[in-house]
């Protein structure tokens, strides 16, 4: 169950966020613009923590928000079965794609950057379950990332590999 947000809290910590970072005044307009959000955010958004951590990221100038995408695995009913990989946009990638036309209509400074996780073809397991060799699921997604790159270019979003962006990621999961 969504607990209910105390706005006024959320405004308080803001004001004294903007005051610190010398953008007093923004504070009003930030939780404005949060409170849309949080409207279509999943229940997992809807507590203090993440409203603050959302406005104060708000409150930024450069307002790049990454999406990490699994790569096109096979689904049913939207839920991933594994059995499988595609090269086509993933799942979660259209998902995040819905989601983020919103939130941009919302707040057309974000930037949204959605990361596909290349890394996944390191993980044998993986590699077995989707029926795979590491190069075929290398190859399939980089598909991925290019049909992905195809379906969000005319909203100027980027995508990447997600290790270009984190480049010792797969040092970090062992």
């Known amino acids: 169950m969504a607990q209910e947000i105390d706005w006024k809290r959320v405004g308080s910590f803001l004001a004294q966020e903007a005051r610190r970072r010398g953008k007093e005044g923004r504070e009003e307009t930030v939780l404005c613009v949060l409170q849309r959000i949080v409207e279509v955010c999943g229940e997992f958004s809807v507590n203090r923590k993440m ?4 406005g104060t990221f708000l409150l930024g100038d450069k307002l790049t928000l990454i999406a990490p995408c699994c790569p096109d695995y096979t689904h049913e009913n939207g839920a991933y079965t594994f059995r499988g990989l595609g090269g086509g946009v993933s799942l979660l990638a259209e998902k995040h794609i819905f989601f983020l036309e919103t939130v941009t209509s919302i707040e057309p400074r974000i930037t949204p950057l959605l990361l596909v996780g290349d ?12 029926g795979k060799n590491r190069m075929e699921f290398s190859s399939l997604v980089a598909n991925t990332i290019e049909a992905t790159r195809r379906a969000v270019a005319e909203r100027g979003w980027r995508v990447l590999a997600m290790t270009e962006c ?5 040092m970090r999961e062992v």
């Open 51 to 54: 409203c603050v951590r959302l």
């Open 119 to 130: 890394h996944e073809a390191d993980d044998s397991e993986i590699c077995r379950a989707v």
């Open 166 to 170: 984190i480049s010792d990621l797969p």
